[in-house]
């Protein structure tokens, strides 16, 4: 077998997989984020049981992974809609955090050149509210930074889904051959 070959690949797409969602679930775990942090956390297990079907030549395993890669790219599909408020959908909800808190993305306050300032609460609002903490000067605004971390998710999902097809191909190949071969 080469080096290239479609298994090498998949397990360094899983590994890659890995990263960008431990990355993620980092980030999400900073804004209490309690939605992406589920769906992260399932998508982790997801990715390493596909990586150990891939290493072990489990097809049915990789058969999982594949249909998770689908789930997961109508999940990031849902999250570019609500950061860019498509369908009535609306990034100042606390949807992403089942309604618990108030908190929203870590980046909206800590993203690039951001430059937060706490302004003193207003006689009707509540401390802990995030209406007075003024953010200015960001480089890229966060519902776009969340939508390229959602893009990437996807670009990694659809390129897994195709190498997780080929490989389930291939040991299905193999495994018929090599029953073929005891009759």
């Not at 070959?5 to 209490?32: K, M, P, V, Y």
């Not at 971390?149 to 040991?171: E, K, M």
Request: aromatic content about 16%; glycine content about 8%; proline content about 3%.
């Amino acid at each position: 077998m080469g080096c290239c070959t479609g298994r090498c690949s998949l397990i360094c797409l899983c590994a890659l997989q890995l990263l960008s969602a431990l990355e993620r679930q980092i980030f999400d775990f900073l804004g209490f984020q309690w939605a992406p942090i589920l769906g992260n956390f399932l998508h982790i297990i997801v990715v390493i049981l596909g990586l150990f079907g891939t290493i072990q030549y489990r097809p049915r395993y990789i058969v999982v992974y594949t249909v998770w890669t689908a789930l997961w790219v109508t999940w990031n599909v849902f999250i570019i809609c609500f950061y860019l408020e498509v369908g009535g959908l609306s990034k100042d909800t606390d949807l992403m955090t089942f309604n618990i808190s108030v908190h929203r993305s870590w980046w909206r306050e800590h993203g690039p050149g951001c430059v937060r300032r706490v302004l003193p609460p207003s006689a009707h609002g509540a401390m802990d509210d995030y209406t007075y903490v003024s953010v200015t000067g960001c480089i890229v605004d966060f519902q776009y930074l969340e939508v390229i971390h959602s893009a990437i998710q996807i670009l990694l999902s659809l390129v897994g889904f195709v190498y997780a097809c080929y490989v389930i191909s291939i040991f299905m190949e193999e495994e018929d051959t090599s029953f073929s071969k005891w009759q």
